[in-house]
């Protein structure tokens, strides 16, 4: 699938919910959209555009917590970044683990080190921390 035809295809599907589109170069860019359709654009870069899901990160700007979920078709060498900001104290998103296995342990990360919760995510289980850690509090967080 030809880059155009992806960017085209995720403006269509995310209508008002597409908050920012950046072209930062021909091999990456960026969409900023409403944490609502995440799971729609995911399953249509893996499904349709046959986009390979990389990672995702995440980050504490003190009023949101920003995470972008990376995803590569390898094919075309594009790399393409999903940004979606939630509202402090709101830290709730759908989780991808029912459309790709891949994104359980990243998201149990974010999880115990952001504090946001992945709705629909099975094992929400410490992953780097002890288990005895203390409760709401998140090591990466700037406000704990």
């Given at each position: 699938?030809?880059?155009?035809t ?55 700007t ?27 104290p709101?830290?709730?998103i ?51």
């Amino acid at each position: 699938m030809k880059r155009e035809t992806i960017i085209q295809n995720i403006k269509i599907r995310s209508g008002g919910d597409l908050l920012d589109f950046q072209d930062k170069s021909k091999n990456r860019i960026y969409f900023t959209i409403n944490k609502t359709i995440l799971l729609q654009i995911a399953k249509y870069l893996f499904n349709d555009a046959k986009a390979r899901f990389s990672t995702a990160s995440g980050v504490d700007t003190r009023k949101t917590i920003e995470i972008l979920y990376h995803f590569a078709v390898d094919d075309i060498g594009l790399f393409i970044s999903l940004r979606v900001i939630l509202e402090k104290p709101s830290l709730e998103i759908e989780s991808l683990l029912p459309l790709f296995k891949c994104a359980e342990w990243i998201e149990m990360e974010m999880h115990e080190m952001l504090g946001v919760n992945f709705k629909g995510h099975e094992n929400p289980k410490h992953l780097l921390l002890k288990d005895d850690w203390p409760k709401e509090n998140y090591p990466l967080r700037r406000d704990t």
